[in-house]
C-alpha cells in the first residue's frame, strides 16, 4: 500500500508560481505510476498531470500544458507539480494520486488519494 499527503498550496495571485509535493510511504514507491489532479467547487476531479514510475513519460492536460511540471524522486519517495503563470481558473484542491498498473486519466484508475491541498489563484 501506498499512504499519500501533499503539502505547498496556498494562494497566490495570478501570473504566479507554486510548488506542490507529495511525500509517500510505502516500500513499492517506486513502482507506482503517479498522478496530481485536480477538483474546483462543484466539478468532477480532473486529470492534471502524470509520471511513469520511472519518471521517464510524463503527460499533461492541454490546459496546464507549457505552465506545469510533474516530477518525481524515487529515493525520496516524492512526486512533484511545479507550476507557473497560474490563472484563477486553475483554483482547485489538488489531490496525488498512485496506481501500480499505470497512468491514467480517469480518477477511477488510481487505487491511492491523498487528502488534496488548496490552491486558489486571485485575479
Known amino acids: 500500500q501506498v499512504q499519500l499527503v501533499e503539502s505547498g498550496g496556498g494562494l497566490v495571485q495570478a501570473g504566479g508560481s507554486l510548488s506542490l509535493s507529495c511525500a509517500a510511504s510505502?516500500?513499492?514507491?517506486?513502482?507506482?505510476?503517479m498522478g496530481w489532479f485536480r477538483q474546483a467547487p462543484g466539478k468532477e476531479r480532473v486529470f492534471v498531470a502524470g509520471?511513469?514510475?520511472?519518471?521517464?513519460?510524463?503527460y499533461y492536460a492541454d490546459s496546464v500544458k507549457g505552465r506545469f511540471t510533474i516530477s518525481r524522486d524515487n529515493a525520496k519517495k516524492t512526486v512533484s507539480l511545479q507550476m507557473i503563470s497560474l490563472k484563477p481558473e486553475d483554483t482547485a484542491v489538488y489531490y496525488c494520486?498512485?496506481?501500480?498498473?499505470?497512468?491514467?486519466?480517469?480518477?477511477?484508475?488510481?487505487?491511492?488519494w491523498g487528502q488534496g491541498t488548496q490552491v486558489t489563484v486571485s485575479s
Open positions: 494520486a498512485a496506481d501500480p498498473t499505470g497512468i491514467y486519466y480517469a480518477p477511477k484508475g488510481y487505487d491511492y
Open positions: 510505502g516500500r513499492t514507491f517506486s513502482s507506482y505510476a
Open positions: 509520471i511513469s514510475w520511472s519518471g521517464g513519460s510524463t
